[in-house]
């Protein structure tokens, strides 16, 4: 293993140098080719950035109505993130702090933040935040079970319940179990976008409050909260990215081909959000869970495939 | 029988001792009639209170019949039995004071003070539009949404109530008002000076639309003829102003759905219908353009040539856009069968222009009412029966392609047609017949817009009636989004895309 080799100080370092400083960059690329494809310049890769560190100079306004509820979504977006990026592992390395039932962490991490900003949203009163809100949690209440089933797969194929070595079980054996592997791929692509808010689920540059998921039920939130808020899901965007990465990445190598491997793969899942933004469009909110439960019915089946599979 | 009704044609003036004054009940049952021979109630108006009139549009005829009689205080309300009263009634009672008995939401338009005194008509006009009684609905599961006035975006200010179970809305009111600024009150007494700018501003998109309504009223009154190049020159503004608003909207209708290609092109293309009018007369919304008899500005041969050429290079990146439009599951889907009116409904409410046309309703006043040059270029009028968003995207597709066959052949018109736009230049303002009734209607491009002048003795206007095509049309979109996601509305709205001010006056 080469965690036996690298430091554990150097691996944690690596880990947390990724989580804070290159989610913003992964917004920056998407907003680049929806600006290329558009015919437009766009605006520079490191625009996201510059928008954070504007938004943490300014002052927060805060409702009179409002509670500390307000105050902990975006945090609780940031901590989550942070704490799912220690365990889940980037650039075929293990993680840092992989633990045998890390998968579960994982997931709960997730649901966790998604509940504590969609406290914070119904926090203000707002009719908009609640609708929302109400969007949002009926989501990942259908994106949840795609999410476990697929980690049922993986753990079932590889035997461990922590990412680390049942990524590694994954990548080496893609030719053995691809079938059942592209199916929780597919499940978890829609599963990824949904999380992310991104279109056809969601439009991020959307400005219609009334059809708005995520970012309606960040309306009330300025200066530093506002950027806890952006930050925090470019961090989810890392991280849930990083899920998809790990199970195309082919195998495992020498690290400093696995690391640059884990970029180039990030970017092109960037690159592919992009070239999606710009074909598609939103679906209509109604049509959402039938897709969820496309996804859901895609990883049970990658689930029951196994079975089959010879491993 | 004696005719209950005087016959008028657009553009045309009548002294108005030859309308027939009738009793008001007469009136009212001369009204229902007329409606049942499928006309059109235009104008329910009063002057200062007193005389009562009301203008019907009979396409068969290509003529409105106009009916006169007077006011009593309280009067039975005609919206039970004829809805397209509704809102007249509702003005006519916040105007006035007049008391329609039985109309069943009598609320206030424009939360303005009465033109003859200083009180309020109606007991809802106590504080904010927004901060009134709504229609409600009771029950567990309910929840109100209230959106605007200050909304997200750059739009104007209006009050939308949601009456949502979930996300499934029930019911929605509209309340405007907030950019009333007095406009028709202001013209008592007038043509003013200044009359003309604040045609161009009763709704800033339809500059063209309202003050050629405006100027075709005045010139019919002073007794003015305009060359036809000067009218080419005037429809071809008008037309140009319906492709820079078709196009900004199909573009703005795949923003909202989240589409990118055609949000970006259609945008920019916006601004390329918006500069050939721009070149003609230095504003891109026209303004200036139009003056009392003639056109402000002349096309001159070698212009109708560029323009020509202009005009071909964006229509191949425009229909190529607009194409990509239907092709695309994805946007099909938001579109068909969302927000449905139906052609029923929209006979009901008297809706008008492209909204009405998507739900089958065959008007266009380009055909039912033409002024020239219409009636030697002829337009086709574009039909749809869904009257889903998808119908409303795509009459304003193929009003954009024959918009741009009109253009054309106007511009090539316009080069052999003698070069008289020198009708004498009018710094002073005409004398208007007195005692006199006239009537105007230019299709603009959200629907028929419909002015009304009555002058007194002296020939100055005693009534100046402005009914935008958004007067109707908001209670059409309020009716389609019923029993629709909550979610739908932005879209919804877009493909209306109705005037606030031109509503609020």
């Known amino acids: 293993m080469l965690t036996a080799e690298l430091p554990f100080l150097a691996l944690l370092l690596a880990h947390l140098a990724v989580a804070i400083f290159v989610p913003p960059f992964l917004f920056g690329i998407i907003a680049k080719v929806k600006a290329l494809v558009a015919g437009r310049k766009g605006p520079p890769l490191i625009?996201?950035?510059?928008?954070?560190?504007?938004?943490?100079?300014?002052?927060?306004?805060?409702?009179?109505t409002t509670t500390w509820a307000f105050l902990a979504g975006p945090i609780a977006l940031v901590v989550t993130g942070l704490g799912i990026s220690m365990v889940i592992p980037m650039g075929g390395t293990e993680s840092p702090f992989g633990f045998s039932g890390d998968m579960i962490f994982v997931a709960y991490l997730l649901g966790m933040s998604r509940f504590m900003s969609v406290l914070a949203s119904l926090d203000t009163g707002n009719s908009f935040e609640g609708l929302g809100a109400a969007r949002d949690a009926t989501w990942s209440a259908l994106a949840e079970p795609a999410l476990f089933l697929g980690m049922g797969a993986i753990a079932f194929f590889s035997g461990h319940t922590s990412l680390g070595p049942a990524f590694f079980a994954v990548g080496s054996t893609w030719g053995n179990a691809s079938g059942p592997f592209i199916l929780v791929l597919a499940g978890w692509s829609i599963v990824f976008l949904v999380e992310n808010s991104r279109i056809p689920f969601d439009d991020p540059a959307g400005h219609l409050e009334l059809a708005?998921?995520?970012?309606?039920?960040?309306l009330d939130h300025s200066g530093p909260l506002r950027a806890f808020a952006i930050y925090g899901a470019s961090l989810k965007l890392l991280v849930t990215g990083t899920l998809l990465v790990r199970i195309c990445l082919p195998i495992k190598s020498v690290w400093w081909l696995d690391w640059p491997a884990y970029f180039g793969g990030l970017a092109l899942l960037a690159l592919f959000i992009g070239l999606l933004e710009s074909v598609l469009a939103r679906m209509r909110l109604i049509r959402v869970p039938q897709l969820l439960v496309a996804a859901i019915l895609a990883c049970t089946f990658g689930f029951l495939l196994l079975f089959l599979e010879p491993k | 029988m004696s005719k209950n009704h005087l016959v008028a044609l657009n553009g045309s003036v009548h002294p108005l001792e030859e309308i027939p004054v009738l009793d008001f009940e007469i009136f009212q049952q001369a009204i229902l009639d007329s409606a049942k021979d499928?006309?059109?109630?235009?104008c329910l108006t009063s002057d200062q209170g007193q005389r009562a009139f009301a203008v019907m549009a009979d396409q068969t005829s290509k003529s409105f019949k106009v009916f006169q009689s007077i006011f009593p205080e309280t009067f039975p309300s005609l919206t039970t039995r004829f809805l397209q009263a509704n809102l007249f009634e509702r003005e006519i009672a916040e105007q006035?004071?007049?008391?329609?008995?039985?109309?069943?939401?009598?609320?206030?338009?424009r939360f303005h003070k009465q033109w003859t005194s200083d009180q309020y008509s109606l007991p809802w006009t106590l504080g904010d539009p927004g901060a009134q009684d709504f229609y409600n609905i009771f029950g567990d599961e309910i929840h109100e949404v209230a959106v605007g006035p200050v909304h997200a975006g750059i739009i104007e200010p209006g009050h939308f109530r949601f009456q949502c179970n979930g996300e499934q809305v029930f019911h929605l009111e509209i309340v405007l008002g907030y950019q009333h600024r007095g406009i028709?009150?202001?013209?008592?007494?007038?043509?003013?000076?200044?009359?003309?700018?604040?045609?161009?501003?009763?709704?800033?998109?339809?500059?063209?639309?309202?003050?050629?309504?405006?100027?075709?009223?005045?010139?019919?009154?002073?007794?003015?003829?305009?060359s036809d190049r000067s009218s080419v020159i005037r429809a071809l503004a008008l037309e140009l102003e319906r492709l820079a608003n078709h196009v900004g909207d199909l573009g703005a209708l795949a923003q909202d759905a989240g589409f990118q290609p055609t949000s970006a092109y259609c945008g920019r293309l916006r601004g390329d219908f918006l500069n050939l009018t721009a070149e003609i007369c230095g504003s891109r919304l026209g303004r200036d353009l139009l003056s009392l008899g003639r056109a402000?500005?002349?096309?001159?041969?070698?212009?109708?040539?560029?323009m020509l050429k202009q005009l071909s290079e964006v229509e191949v990146d425009l229909l190529e856009s607009i194409e990509l439009l239907w092709n695309t599951s994805s946007v099909a889907s938001r579109l068909e069968g969302v927000g449905i009116v139906s052609k029923e409904n929209a006979l009901e409410l008297g809706m008008v222009g492209p909204a009405a046309r998507a739900s089958g309703v065959d008007i266009d006043a380009r055909r039912d009412f033409p002024l020239a040059p219409y009636d030697i270029i002829p337009l086709p009028v574009a039909l749809e029966d869904s009257g889903d968003i998808y119908a409303r995207a795509k009459i304003r597709a193929t009003e954009i392609k024959t918009s741009i066959r009109f253009v054309r052949s106007a511009l090539n018109a316009i080069q052999n047609m003698e070069s008289s736009t020198v009708a004498p230049e009018t710094e002073y303002l005409p004398k208007l017949a007195p005692n006199s009734l006239a009537i105007s209607a230019v299709e603009g491009w959200r629907g028929m817009i419909f002015h009304l002048a009555?002058?007194?003795?002296?020939?100055?206007?005693?009534?100046?009636k402005i009914v935008d095509p958004s007067f109707f049309n908001w209670q059409g979109l309020a009716l389609a989004m019923q029993g629709e996601n909550i979610s739908d509305f932005p879209l919804c709205n877009k493909s209306f895309n109705l005037s606030y001010c031109g509503f609020d006056l």
Do not use: C
Not at chain 1, 212 to 218: F, I, P, R
Not at chain 2, 296 to 306: A, M, V
């Open chain 1, 47 to 64: 625009q996201s950035y510059r928008n954070i560190a504007k938004l943490l100079k300014k002052q927060i306004v805060l409702s009179m």
């Open chain 1, 212 to 218: 708005m998921v995520h970012e309606v039920m960040l």
């Open chain 2, 296 to 306: 402000n500005f002349d096309i001159h041969p070698e212009y109708s040539q560029k």
């Open chain 2, 184 to 226: 028709e009150r202001a013209l008592v007494g007038g043509p003013h000076q200044l009359s003309l700018k604040m045609m161009e501003t009763v709704s800033g998109d339809a500059t063209i639309g309202h003050s050629w309504a405006y100027l075709n009223l005045l010139e019919a009154l002073a007794g003015f003829q305009i």
């Open chain 2, 454 to 464: 009555i002058t007194d003795t002296n020939g100055h206007f005693e009534r100046y």
């Open chain 2, 38 to 42: 499928n006309n059109k109630l235009v």
């Open chain 2, 96 to 109: 006035w004071g007049l008391q329609p008995i039985g109309h069943p939401w009598l609320k206030p338009l």
